[in-house]
């Protein structure tokens, strides 16, 4: 499996270093006004894609 970020279309690579149980920290919550909502949406989609990754069989 290729895990290089740069060669995914989003930059984006389900990777988890945190110890299990340990909840992901919130550093950055953007606003929903201009560019900051499509950075919003960005942010929901790679959560959701985070919850669903024991989903696949990669």
């Known amino acids: 499996m290729d895990i290089f970020s740069f060669r995914e279309e989003e930059e984006f690579v389900l990777q988890d270093y945190l110890p299990q149980g340990m909840t992901r920290p919130v550093f950055y919550k953007p606003g929903t006004n201009g560019y ?18 024991g989903d696949r069989d990669d």
């Open 36 to 53: 900051e909502r499509s950075i919003s949406e960005r942010m929901e989609r790679w959560e959701e894609e985070r919850k669903n990754k």
